[in-house]
């Protein structure tokens, strides 16, 4: 059995969040800025089998208690948690690995042959400090999972998430933002207004975004093909 392991973080930016009518605002005046949202806000823990089963995600948000996290929108097997940082530290690690990882473990392990269901599982994890500390690979050890990491500056080769499926995640929700944002701007234009904004702030596209997320990942859980490819493309077959 074999399980993929990764890090997958995201921002959201659009190249201006002020708009003018052309016609009435000289060039000369216009303001354009790049915008970011859920930049420093947010971070996204994947996992896919060999198979090319995608588990269910971690989200982090950026929060110091799970009463700020987007309500009702998650499937209830996701592990949606928080940390001070938004970053994934030894905490959540260990959470994703009790949530996700052991109970798709067990019960692949429980659907298999008396004589293979003790068989271990390797998982190929990023070098990073969380991935590496030793409560962390004792957790792994004790499920009969054994850890394998990607040396440094080798993960565009040898990590089959960094290889493609990370990068459409990002395109995905990127483009999910762009047709939010249009949407949003094609409502405010509806007035005689010379100048247009957008709501970017966080407290407005948190819930939005995660609803992004889930169809996202649903999606990228339907290229099973692909993952697997991936999985024979960094030579791990």
């Known amino acids: 059995m074999f399980v993929s392991i990764t890090l997958s973080s995201h921002s959201l930016c659009i190249e201006t969040g002020r708009w003018h009518r052309p016609t009435q605002t000289p060039i000369s005046k216009r303001i354009g800025h790049v915008c970011t949202t859920l930049e420093d806000e947010y971070q996204f823990v994947i996992a896919v089998t060999k198979s090319g089963v995608l588990l269910s995600p971690q989200a982090i948000y950026a929060e110091k ?5 987007p309500k009702d929108v998650f499937p209830v097997d996701w592990d949606v948690t928080c940390t001070e940082t938004h970053w994934s530290n030894e905490t959540s690690m260990l959470q994703f690995i009790d949530k996700v990882v052991v109970p798709y473990v067990n019960s692949v392990r429980g ?25 962390v690979i004792s957790k ?5 999972i054994t850890p394998l990491f990607v040396p440094a500056c080798c ?6 998430l960094d290889l493609t499926v990370n990068r459409s995640y990002i395109e995905l929700l990127k483009q999910r933002f762009h047709d ?6 094609l409502e405010t234009m509806d007035g005689d207004a010379d100048m247009f904004t957008v709501d970017l702030k966080t407290s ?3 819930p939005v975004h995660a609803q992004w997320l889930v169809s996202t990942n649903q999606l990228i859980g339907t290229r099973r093909d692909v993952i697997r490819r991936l999985v024979e493309k960094a ?3």
């Open 65 to 69: 208690t799970d009463r700020c996290l």
């Open 111 to 135: 659907g298999l042959p008396l004589p293979q269901c003790d068989q271990q599982v390797v998982a190929i994890f990023d070098v990073y400090k969380s991935h590496s500390s030793p409560s």
């Open 140 to 144: 792994l050890k004790e499920n009969g």
């Open 155 to 160: 993960t565009d080769r040898l990590q089959p």
């Open 180 to 185: 939010w944002y249009t949407a949003r701007l």
């Open 204 to 206: 407005t596209i948190k």
């Open 235 to 237: 030579g791990l077959l």
